[in-house]
């Protein structure tokens, strides 16, 4: 079975750091785009950062460019985000997610519909 396995989040403050993780399992690591998206209330689902697992080349959403970094553990099957500078807009459910990597990234990243599988959200409240 496919499994994202998301964990972090929680209550920040404002001008603080956040740290999520996603353990992947149940497909073709190397095969996919693996990141984050996040939606607020009332807002369309945007991509903060996705990785190509492949070949490590990143897209970062131009709300979180400057203060996010992805990574990732090719030996655990697991990406890492890490958010610093946190600001109250960045309050959110975040979502880990997997997309076959068939399209560019740059493209997979502005477009959600596209994701093959799809994590739990984790809530994120950045408090100001």
């Known amino acids: 079975d496919v499994q994202l396995q998301a964990s972090g989040g929680g209550l920040v403050q404002a001008g603080g750091s956040l740290r999520l993780s996603c353990a992947a399992s149940?497909?073709?690591?190397?095969?996919?785009?693996i990141g984050w998206f996040r939606q607020a209330p009332g807002k369309e689902r945007e991509g903060v950062p996705l990785?190509?697992?492949?070949?490590?080349?990143?897209y970062y959403g131009d709300s979180v460019k400057g203060r996010a970094t992805i990574s990732v553990d090719k030996d655990k099957n697991t990406v890492f985000l890490q958010m610093n500078s946190l600001k109250p807009e960045d309050t959110a459910v975040y979502y880990c997610?997997?997309?076959?990597?068939?399209?560019?990234?740059?493209?997979?990243?502005?477009?959600?519909?596209?994701?093959?599988?799809w994590g739990q959200g984790t809530l994120v409240t950045v408090s100001s």
């Open positions: 149940g497909f073709a690591f190397d095969d996919y785009d």
């Open positions: 990785i190509r697992i492949r070949d490590g080349e990143t």
């Open positions: 997610a997997a997309d076959k990597s068939e399209y560019s990234i740059q493209y997979t990243g502005r477009s959600y519909w596209l994701v093959d599988f």
